[in-house]
């Protein structure tokens, strides 16, 4: 495309103030724009109409807009999709965080200006990847609760919706569930639950095709061009789907472990789905004698909240317990019923069931227990630390022993896909994802099988941050095979992963990207006669979009891509790139930096900024009116991921004296947008500092730091606390060379 | 440790002696912090501990018996008028005590309160045929079918000494402000409220019955009561046994007759004068209005709130049987309760409970500060003003 450039400056909100506009002008002949004009309010009207103008009689179709954040203002300053935009950021990241007038300051301005340039003129317009076999299907693995409801909701949103059940019979959990707790007002009693309904319902919705007593065997493709192979009584159907719906569901801990609960010592401890079993079934008794049950007794956290069997809290069996025993408070109020917790976690309305069943007289005790034991007649007496009174205690003696046991996801279940051998010495490398081969969805992706479990083997995604995903995209956990939880959540979840999967075929379809750069249309490019197969790319992928042929070349799958440009970051030979966003490009943006000679005392400081938090937070220390080191200069990039190691060198042998990373946090609580892009890139860095302290370079001249989006009243402090370090090494001893 | 045993069939008890509530509490401890024993040292506000005291009836653990935690408690009702679950706390206590008392252990220093109720009718020890000697050189009318109201004088004004001058007092204003009213006689018995709080429902019943049989005999319709406690015990305990007679507060009765210009007092008294709530009067009856009208009512009175005052008011540790309870000084509420009287720049501090007149004044004479301090009863300021 032949690029006829129009650069807008913008003078209004200070900038006018603070910078001299000519002098911008100036920077735009340098770089040969065929229009530049000056405004004192570039997002009025009149102004938006000039520009228009300038596109439509003096074929300006590169267009920069040197004035606020391109975080704002987006829909103001919206051109068709042919042409190229480019935002550089005056406001935001040099007036109003800049001494008005100075010399620097009108340094800072020219070389954001000179970059964006740069960029502009490397930018092509993305061509959105669209095949046209795409499918806008939805497939939701797992019949239970939570299926059920994820594919009549996306059926009754107008998706047609297969469903693909194990067993016989729909219902999974909730087959032999007797009763619910309560959802309406006042809370405190019990509803029935029909799972017939549901299935008629879900039956004569027309736009779902039911597999029972049938599995994935396998899932091959990328979303909206999904093949799957579901194999059911011995034969094999395919279907070509869009988007997934994982609702396989958990199953309960395996009490059997619980010796020190002393299960399996008498038939009369039993766990809280035996119980509801019994109560489903209408026949509850004491398994020992087949007596009717006088007393009973609830041990909550049964295997959950303990080190030694599940870590985490299972989150339904505290409400489940309560229900329970309402069972028994229902039948006969007189019944002695007791309750062992380590707390109650009955949030939001079911704190009035709980009430409801301490105004029953249940006795609720919190502690430790320390003892099931037989009292010497075949009944059961509980022995328990009672916080409340500080003392131990014992219980009278009880006919049955419920165990609240806790719920294992079934992506939980399985061998390793991959097993990683620390190596000796080394240092400590990325976590591969932990993958089991656990025969839910049995993809065919290179990194393995299944969803990369986060913690605990659920498939989830850091949910604060990114609500409903998995690390696989186009494919959604619900339920209790993403985190533990109850029957009105998992309703919720239902919903919410069923929207997840229509946004996500729409979007595909549309040839667009999805969270989080959601409508972005470029994609990465593979320039495959340079490949070296060295499988960086296709390990490091943090949503395992690429394939590997048998030759290990990188096979893209474009719908399967975040457009993170982690690949791209982690290319030795720098053959992957986007339309709008490539190494070269990045490359050429540091070398267009102006750096002054080192009698100049004006040393350089480039800053590569996450622009999911990083970049922000460097607007709202503008906006905030704090102002920070005028050495610096900063370029957004997709994710710290997608930093090649290149860019380094090219800043260094520019002259550049220090080189600042400011991405996401990492780790087990990572904000990365990505997932594990701003781990990688602290991998890299290490690696990089052992390389510049061989090149005797000062490797404190590269630095990685963890910001959140809340932490721009630091960003002064990071900055200036780096400059004053760089400078104290002295200027980069390339500088001129 | 050795394990305490769960007893549900204790815990049963309990709730069939009146705890019906005990269920409720969730075990916050709000009581706890909120109870006045927490404002004083000592060994009791060390061992008592209310919402300890319900965790044990709730499991019907030993231990609440012990008798410095279960009679610790002066239903004042701040915890009660506070619980977040509504927990009927003093009726949770009452039935505790009730589950020991009546088993015929009640502690050494109350067997001869509750003797002489069975005795003389009055917890006092005094003979039944002096209880009209508080009327001595008035002139009191008999409560007869014409009368409106029947006056119930508490035994404690009855008997006391300094406690007769309240009644006295009551009485003349009342002939002052033409109001018809008399009284029974020789024959009432105590109400029974105290008793019924430290746990001797059998007493109680038997104080109530013979109470209710004589009140209704004589045609009672209307009462005024010189005592909060009095007040509140008909109101509440007699309404639940089928009394229906209308019950109302000697400073009620009184507000409306100044309100009328029926009584007017005249006299300056030029005083700093502060008014104690007594937890019966306001707590749990809700009256706060009236005493504190009367108050005004009398010229020349500086009226200085207390700084604990109306629902936060701080017992004087009289109710609940306490009235009867040895505590060591230093652990006195009411020394409090007068210290906030001197902080306030009072000269009198005014009450409407016989009870609170009592502990006041031993916890004023105890600090030493009778002569900074009146204590006074809130009809005897308003005798001295006509």
Redesign the interface.
């Known amino acids: 495309m032949e690029k006829k450039i129009g650069v807008y400056i913008c003078s209004g909100c200070g900038i006018g103030e603070s910078i001299d506009p000519e002098a911008l002008s100036a920077v735009a002949g340098e770089h040969s724009a065929a229009v530049c004009r000056t405004d004192p309010f570039l997002c009025g009207a009149e102004s938006l109409a000039r520009i228009k103008a300038d596109i439509e009689s003096e074929g300006v179709n590169s267009i920069v807009i040197a004035a606020c954040s391109p975080r704002v203002m987006t829909d103001v300053f919206d051109f068709p999709p042919d042409k190229v935009l480019e935002r550089v950021n005056l406001r935001e990241q040099v007036a109003w965080c800049q001494p008005a007038g100075e010399e620097d300051t009108l340094m800072m301005a020219e070389d954001a200006l000179r970059m964006g340039l740069v960029r502009l003129k490397e930018s092509q317009p993305p061509e959105p990847f669209i095949a046209e076999d795409f499918s806008k299907k939805i497939l939701v693995v797992g019949g239970g609760l939570t299926g059920m409801t994820a594919a009549l909701e996306a059926a009754r949103a107008g998706y047609e919706t297969i469903l693909v059940e194990k067993e016989e019979k729909l219902g999974g959990y909730v087959k032999d569930v007797y009763r619910l707790p309560p959802c309406d007002p006042p809370y405190e009693n019990l509803r029935d639950f029909n799972l017939e309904d549901l299935t008629a319902k879900l039956s004569s919705e027309p736009g779902v095709k039911v597999y029972t007593g049938a599995m994935v065997a396998s899932v091959s493709g990328a979303p909206c061009m999904f093949d799957v192979e579901i194999r059911q009584n011995g034969a094999t159907s395919s279907e070509r789907v869009g988007a997934i719906v994982l609702a396989t569901g958990s199953v309960p801990y395996d009490a059997s472990k619980l010796t020190s609960l002393s299960y399996g010592t008498s038939p009369d401890i039993i766990t809280a789905r035996d119980l509801e079993v019994m109560f489903k079934g209408g026949d509850v008794k004491r398994p020992s004698n087949g007596q009717p049950v006088g007393s009973v007794a609830f041990v909550l956290c049964a295997g959950s909240r303990d080190p030694e069997h599940l870590p985490y809290c299972s989150s339904a069996c505290c409400v489940e317990s309560l229900k329970q025993a309402r069972y028994f408070k229902e039948a006969n109020p007189e019944t002695?019923v007791y309750i062992f917790y380590k707390d109650i976690r009955s949030t939001g309305n079911y704190e009035l069931l709980y009430?409801q069943l301490?105004?029953?007289?249940?006795?609720f005790v919190r502690g430790g227990v320390t003892g099931i034991d037989d009292d010497g007649s075949g009944a059961l007496v509980i022995?328990s630390d009672d916080v409340?009174?500080g003392?131990?205690?014992?219980?009278?003696s009880v006919d049955l022993v419920v165990l609240a046991t806790g719920m294992v996801p079934t992506s939980a279940l399985g061998e390793p896909f991959k097993v990683q051998a620390p190596q000796e010495g080394a240092p400590a490398p990325v976590a591969s994802d932990a993958i089991l081969v656990s025969n839910l969805l049995n993809l065919k992706y290179r990194q393995g099988p299944e969803l990369p479990g986060l913690e605990y083997g659920f498939p989830d995604s850091h949910f604060i941050c990114f609500p409903y995903e998995s690390r696989r995209t186009g494919i959604y956990p619900a339920g209790t095979v993403r985190a533990p939880m109850d029957y009105q959540q998992d309703g919720t979840h239902a919903m919410g992963a069923a929207l997840k999967a229509i946004q996500c075929v729409e979007m595909v379809s549309a040839g667009k990207a999805v969270h989080p750069r959601a409508g972005d249309q470029s994609y990465p490019e593979f320039f495959m006669q340079r490949c070296t197969q060295c499988k960086r790319c296709t390990e490091e992928c943090p949503f395992g979009a690429i394939n590997e042929d048998e030759k290990a070349n990188p096979l893209p799958n474009p719908t399967r891509c975040r457009r993170c440009g982690v690949c791209m970051g982690a290319c030795p030979e720098r053959i992957i790139s986007f339309k709008n966003y490539s190494v070269g490009m990045i490359g050429n943006m540091i070398k267009t930096i102006n750096v002054p000679d080192e009698y100049d005392e004006k040393p350089r400081l480039l800053v590569l900024a996450c622009e999911n938090d990083a970049y922000p937070a460097l607007d709202m220390a503008g906006i905030s009116g704090l102002s920070y080191n005028p050495w610096v200069r900063i370029i957004p990039v997709r994710c710290l991921g997608s930093v090649n190691l290149v860019w380094i060198a090219d800043a260094l042998s520019k002259g550049i004296d220090g080189i600042f990373l400011l991405g996401c946090r990492h780790g087990n609580d990572y904000q990365c947008h990505f997932i594990k892009g701003s781990e990688l890139a602290n991998t890299r860095m290490t690696k990089i500092q052992e390389t510049l302290d061989r090149l005797a370079l000062e490797s404190d001249r590269v630095k990685m730091e963890q910001v959140a989006i809340t932490d721009f009243n630091l960003i002064p402090k990071i900055l200036d606390d780096f400059a004053e370090k760089v400078n104290s090494l002295g200027p980069n001893p390339y500088k001129g060379f | 440790m050795e394990p305490k045993n769960i007893l549900l069939e204790m815990k049963e008890y309990i709730v069939e002696m009146g705890a019906e509530t005990i269920n409720w509490c969730m075990q916050c401890g709000l009581c706890t912090n909120l109870c006045p024993w927490r404002l004083v040292p000592g060994q009791t506000s060390e061992e008592f501990n209310i919402r300890y005291m319900q965790r044990l009836g709730q499991m019907g653990i030993e231990g609440f018996e012990d008798e410095n935690m279960l009679f610790a408690c002066s239903t004042c009702g701040m915890c009660q008028n506070n619980c977040p679950r509504g927990v009927k706390i003093i009726d949770n206590v009452r039935a505790m005590r009730a589950s020991i008392v009546g088993g015929g252990m009640p502690p050494a220093g109350l067997r001869p309160i509750l003797g002489s109720c069975h005795a003389n009718g009055n917890p006092w020890s005094g003979p039944r045929e002096n209880r009209t000697k508080w009327q001595e050189g008035l002139d009191i009318p008999k409560f007869g079918p014409d009368t409106e109201y029947f006056l119930f004088v508490c035994c404690h004004s009855c008997y006391d000494p300094r406690s007769m001058k309240i009644a006295r007092s009551i009485a003349q204003l009342l002939l002052r402000g033409g109001v018809s009213f008399g009284v029974i006689g020789v024959e009432e018995n105590c109400c029974g409220e105290s008793m019924r709080k430290v746990g001797d429902e059998e007493l109680f019943q038997k104080l109530a019955a013979a109470n209710m049989e004589l009140f209704n005999a004589n045609g009672v319709k209307k009462i005024i009561t010189t005592s909060p406690h009095c007040l509140w015990s008909f109101k509440n305990d007699y309404a639940q046994l089928g009394a229906e007679w209308e019950v109302l507060h000697y400073t009620e009765v009184l507000s409306r007759l100044v309100a009328e210009g029926k009584i007017a007092p005249s006299t300056k008294s030029g005083k700093k004068v502060s008014f104690h709530d007594p937890c019966y009067l306001g707590r749990h009856s809700g009256i706060y209005d009236a005493p504190r009208g009367l108050l005004e009512s009398i010229p020349g009175t500086e009226v200085k709130e207390l700084g604990r005052t109306r629902e936060l008011s701080l017992c004087c540790a009289g109710g609940g049987g306490r009235i009867w309870a040895e505590v060591p000084m230093g652990e006195r509420f009411g020394e409090l309760r007068v210290l906030d009287a001197v902080a306030t720049g009072a000269e009198v501090l005014a009450t409407s409970c016989p009870y609170c007149v009592n502990m006041l004044t031993d916890a004023c004479t105890s600090l030493g500060k009778q002569d900074v301090l009146e204590i006074r009863e809130l009809s005897e300021l308003l005798v001295d003003s006509l």
Do not use: A, N, R
Request: charged share 25%.
């Open positions: 002695p009430k301490q105004k029953d007289g249940v006795i022995t409340l009174t003392s131990p205690i014992m219980s009278e």
